[in-house]
């Protein structure tokens, strides 16, 4: 079987999207294509984010590489699958523009997850994979009927089938990555560093899936959600493979970046820089010192609110003081040259203390940002606390509360957003 794997040329304008609109790695299509070539399938990255290719230029592509089977990703990269914009509108131009030549359409990602009918309808594939896509990807490759492979959603005889829930794979057998130098050479961003840098490659990289904890904001119950680690072996070759392609800085997916001593102290002597998204409550200062040594130059560390009612009601099972929290990433910024400390807008928040818990921390050298308005993305308890479990118009439900709710919106969002229905194309009745 021949598998086109495609990233769209993401755009998010007037759109609510949090996450960071550089082009990065498609780790989940890295993933799909080294599992389906294993097992002798061809499979071809078409990443029209990474070299900014128009809906005609990935035709194009596709034409050439005559695909039997089109996948194409509804957020870009794993990074950002519990963030991801709520629209579906890239993609859906994109299989406008490809359907007669794609073969079988298969979507992948957090939408079809979350609500798989849903993302069906709007995006008129013939299947759309829920949770975890590499292994799932792999099994309709090698021939497996689709109602005997969980984990996916599909039109039968003119009713949408819904088989299975969301899938997980054995992460710890996921073999490293290679990427073209082609690819990692023009990667030129550097994800969420703030100190100088020597002007090489950045790339992302993946040690551990999911989370053990359960915030009430995180959209991760439908996918990446057990935390399992990756074997310590293959993400050191996959790392030392982007020493010799010339990377100087890696960013780690990682959903929660845990002090895993190992890795760490793997990392030491391999003259790379690298970032990380963490808890700041979960590391100690001796393995603070240990990240330093390692190469760590950026924290992004979830603080989310200021006062213990707030982080219980988010559900952060934080076991430190705001105080101690406070010492604690001052500590850490005198070791590594960015910290940041998430905020989210939480009531039980007074709005004067925590702006001046924010000029506290700039003072240290730690950057807060104004606190953001909390989406209640489907997938996430708080999603579920409003009004249960997801259904077809979970999207849609969420988006018109968040627009409702706030006045104002985050410092890192530079416009209004728009409403889904202008985002999105409605798919015919």
Known sequence: MRYALVNPNWSFEGSIYFGCREPHLPLELGYAKALLERRGHAAEIIDGHMFGLPAERIRERLIGFRPDVTVVTTAPTYLFWRCAQPELGVPQRLLEAVGDIAGVTVAVGPHGST???????????????????????????????????????????????????PQAVDFAAMPALSWPDEVVHRHRHHHHRFDPSEGGPGAEVEASRGCPY????????????????????????????????????LY?????????????????????????????????????????EAGCVSIEAGVESLSVEGRAALDKNCRMSTEELTERLIYARRRIPFVQANLIAVADDDADEVQAWRERMRGHGVWANDPVPLYPY??????????????????ERAHEYYLRQFEAFSDIQDQRPLPLDHLERRPVA
């Open 214 to 249: 359960r915030c009430s904001f995180c959209a991760k119950e439908n996918f990446r959600n057990g935390y399992r680690r990756r074997a310590l072996e293959a993400v050191i070759e996959e790392i030392d493979g982007f020493r010799r392609q010339g990377v100087e800085y």
């Open 378 to 395: 489907p997938g996430s308890p708080d999603y579920r606390k409003l009004w249960g479990l997801p259904d077809d118009d979970a999207w």
């Open 115 to 165: 609500t798989p009918r849903a993302a069906l309808r709007k995006l008129g594939v013939d299947y759309v994979v829920m949770g975890e896509c590499e292994e799932t990807l792999v099994r309709l490759a090698d021939g497996e009927p689709p109602e005997g492979v969980p984990g996916l959603c599909y039109a039968d005889d003119g009713e949408i089938r819904v088989q299975g829930g």
């Open 252 to 292: 780690f997916v990682d959903e929660i970046f845990l002090a895993n001593r190992a890795l760490v102290e793997a990392l030491i002597g391999r003259g790379l820089r690298f970032g990380i998204q963490t808890r700041i409550d979960l590391w100690k200062p001796e393995m603070i010192d240990l990240l330093a």
